[in-house]
């Protein structure tokens, strides 16, 4: 079949598509769900800018198939926030001034906030392994780290 | 707004495919003959992906994430059987690889990003062709097996002849040997010249059963076992390492020369990577 039915949850909500087989995950959050924090650049899953969650983990929605969603647990960047409230980690990010252009900042957030999910409070050398996933080419990288410190500190 | 039509998708199209997602191992191999010649098996998706989007097309997708036998991970008789759709973030995080291949995890812990290891599976790696991929070099070192299977049936194939077997059928598993007194030690500091993987038994203070992989340096990863005149020690590892090391670069094939390094610089590079590694052999005792 070269069109799927997947329905799966999306930042807390079911929702449901019949998406084109060949669909990539970006496409079907920007261009079907109207959710446009998610961020395009590479196109190659290299840069991380289009980094979502996937159950919990950080994937590239760039290299993901929309029906590799199929009743998956997906969450982006407008996920995050509890209505008004952001979360720790947009808070620190806030905080820390963690962004120039503010491109990739999306995906760092959501990168983050898979590590700190998996990790309350990392040093500063398991945030930059972790980190090093995703690129800032404003090269604000200290910035971002801290902020990450920040935000593990708020959560513990 | 904008509507969706306006918005801005991926740069580059993926053709159209008819998409199949298997419960099982026995219904990926009917699916497998039934489009033979006209299917591909997609694990992790990390080079599919990338080779649809650069203009690669087929007819029909299996999805492998779909069956969970791929993902599982065992050991039975001294044999750890990872399935192929384990992912690397797997390996890098599993219970039984930390207690029974615990090298393995560490260095899987190192390989891609955490993005990357998240997706990518081990069996990918080894079929993706990529000389500069680290899962075949660390295969041929461990002297693992992997297992493909068709309808007719399951096929072992010694990860050091897996070059030409990628139509072999369904890879399903890989079957890593393990026991205590393996060492298991790989260098990545020089990609994408060369990557050195050795494995040994090291036992009583004796090196025995000594394996390597190599990978960069070859179109696709290569090695076997480290011929050694005599017995060597740990004792005496560090001592004879840079001749041992020296003469079994010397018996590979010519490695690339191509924009990364001349042929001749890997070779000398292979052999001195083998050196340090023997020698750290001998210092862990």
Known sequence: ?156 | MTDAAQTPGTHRNIPAFDLHRPASIAEACRLAEKFAGRCVFMGGGVDLLQNLKSGLAVENLIYLKSVPELRAIGIEDGTLRIGACVTHRDLETDPLIAVHAPALAKVWGEIGNVRIRIAGTLGGNILSGDPGYDGLPALIALNAVAVFEDTNGPRAVPAAQLAGAENAGLLTAIEVPIAPSRRFLMDRSLKPVVSVALSADVRGGAVANARVGVGCAFRIATGGPLPMAGDLTTADAAARGAAIAQEFAGQLPDPLDDVFASSGYRRRMIAVLLARQLRALAEAG
Request: net charge negative; charged share 20%; with cysteine.
């Open chain 1, 1 to 156: 079949m070269k069109t799927v039915s997947i329905r799966f949850n999306l930042n807390g909500r079911q929702v449901s598509h019949e998406v084109p087989a060949n669909q990539t995950l970006i496409d079907l959050i920007r261009r079907q769900e109207r959710l446009l924090g998610t961020k395009l650049s590479c196109d190659q899953a290299v840069c991380g800018a289009c980094t979502v969650l996937v159950n919990g983990q950080p994937r590239a929605a760039c290299a993901t198939f929309a029906f590799e969603a199929d009743a998956q647990d997906v969450v982006t960047i407008e996920g995050l926030a509890d209505g008004d409230g952001l979360s720790a980690v947009q808070q620190a990010f806030l905080d820390n001034a963690a962004f120039q252009c503010g491109y990739c900042t999306p995906g760092m957030i959501m990168l983050a906030a898979a590590l700190l999910q998996q990790d309350p409070d990392p040093g500063e050398a398991a945030i930059r392994r972790w980190m090093g996933a995703n690129i800032c080419r404003c090269t604000g990288y200290q910035m971002i780290v801290d902020a990450v410190r920040a935000a593990a500190g708020a959560k513990s």
